[in-house]
């Protein structure tokens, strides 16, 4: 069985940074593609960026201030964010989509919270 589970988050001011990270279990970690999602209050999860152990996408309005990058030794996706912005406070998801029983599944952590602010 899958486990994400999130970390990294917390109150930070305006053009701050932080770096979240993905820590993953019951998978072949390296095999996937994984991505990152955020939630805001009262808006619905959005994808800000896919990753595989070769390439990244990034969503247009996180390009430039979001990096993320894979440890697959550890098992382990990170997330750099800088130049944070109020409107980049969100619930951070990480997710995995894999086969189970013939059907696609969507794995996630529980979330960690990224509240900026001043």
């Known amino acids: 069985q899958a486990q994400l589970v999130e970390s990294g988050g917390g109150l930070v001011q305006p053009g701050g940074s932080l770096r979240l990270s993905c820590s993953a279990s019951?998978?072949?970690?390296?095999?996937?593609?994984m991505s990152w999602y955020r939630q805001a209050p009262g808006k619905e999860r959005e994808v800000v960026a896919v990753?595989?152990?070769?390439?990244?996408d990034y969503a247009d309005s996180v390009k430039g201030r979001f990096t993320s990058s894979r440890d697959n030794a550890k098992n382990t996706m990170y997330l750099q964010i800088d130049s944070l912005k109020p409107e980049d406070t969100a619930v951070y998801y990480c997710?995995?989509?894999?086969?189970?029983?013939?059907?696609?599944?969507?794995?996630w952590g529980p979330g960690t919270q990224v509240t900026v602010s001043s």
């Open positions: 990753s595989t152990s070769s390439y990244t």
């Open positions: 019951g998978f072949s970690f390296s095999n996937f593609a």
């Open positions: 997710n995995v989509r894999l086969w189970r029983d013939g059907v696609l599944a969507d794995y």
